[in-house]
């Protein structure tokens, strides 16, 4: 099973308008190399800078199916570049900027078995949010991988991906358990919320590198709620799957679907802070509505 589209309609004069976001279904290991491979020798042969983004099971599978020829393609391990899926928009943007002028293709595998619920879910917005980001990127081709095991379609990730990802970034996440710990917070809270939640993280084992990655991110999540959200909001915490779980929600309200996945200008106001977070978090989870802001922050414990 196949799928191709473009992420942007032609041009008035004909020519592509944005970037191809393709993707296919491989139900076997010999069947994703069969179609990576031949992908991959595709572009080789046409000179185009060939990016392999996949997990390292498949990376060394791809290198037994090309042969010497993988040496001239750039390779990252998928668990790393895009374990949290929010830290995947930045990677092709760096991609495509050093290899400027030059057609790119790019071939991942971003919903790997293994991944958690949530994980998926951020996989699915990550691929609408893909088809806004680099909609103007007529030189880039990028084609996903999907076991057929995990059950997902690509058709309904690469087909009108752009409203579906409008609908998930403004629809709150799934509601907080009844289990969890939570914390009205204003301004005067804040050292606080530092102590009760790095309490919480050591007892449950989290390193200390670990906690004060954690620490600093949730830092940056609140200070966001007091400076756009009301000025005020409620912090909930709970273990999920191995996981501690922050979840911040305000009353602001994020209009740009790509906070945190575009490195705002230093000058900017607002957005860095949801981008250290993703940097510093196992996944995180933004959604915000008319009156709503929510960050999920995941840490795994260690």
Request: hydrophobic share 40%; net charge negative; aromatic share 6%.
């Amino acid at each position: 099973m196949g799928v191709l589209r473009d992420s942007a309609t032609d041009s008035l004069h004909g020519a592509p308008a944005g970037f191809k976001h393709d993707g296919f279904v491989h139900a076997t290991d010999e069947e994703f190399v069969l179609r990576a491979a031949t992908f991959v020798r595709e572009g080789l042969a046409a000179g185009e800078k060939v990016v392999a983004v996949l997990p390292p099971e498949r990376l060394a599978a791809l290198r037994d199916a090309v042969g010497p020829a993988y040496d001239e393609l750039i390779v990252a391990d998928e668990t790393v570049a895009g374990g949290n899926p929010a830290r995947l928009i930045p990677y092709w943007r760096a991609v495509l900027e050093k290899h400027s002028g030059g057609p790119v293709r790019g071939l991942e595998e971003l919903a790997y078995a293994g991944r958690s619920a949530a994980e998926y879910d951020e996989v699915l917005l990550h691929e609408g949010l893909s088809d806004i980001a680099f909609a103007a990127d007529q030189s880039f081709r990028l084609c996903c991988a999907y076991d057929a095991s995990i059950g997902i379609d690509p058709t309904a990730t690469h087909s009108g991906a752009e409203a579906l990802a409008e609908k998930t970034f403004r629809t709150a996440l799934v509601d907080v358990p009844n289990r969890a710990e939570r914390w009205e917070f204003g301004p005067a809270e804040f050292g606080d919320i530092r102590k009760w939640v790095g309490g919480r993280a050591s007892s449950h084992g989290v390193s200390r590198d670990r906690l004060e990655d954690l620490s600093l991110a949730l830092h940056e999540v609140c200070t966001n709620s007091i400076r756009f959200g009301g000025g005020q909001g409620t912090l909930a915490v709970w273990i999920a799957d191995g996981t501690l779980i922050c979840d911040v929600i305000d009353r602001g309200r994020i209009d740009d679907l790509l906070v945190g996945r575009v490195l705002p200008p230093l000058d900017g106001l607002g957005g860095r802070g949801v981008w250290l977070a993703n940097q510093l978090c196992d996944l995180v989870q933004l959604r915000s509505g008319d009156d709503f802001t929510q960050v999920r922050l995941h840490t795994r414990l260690r």
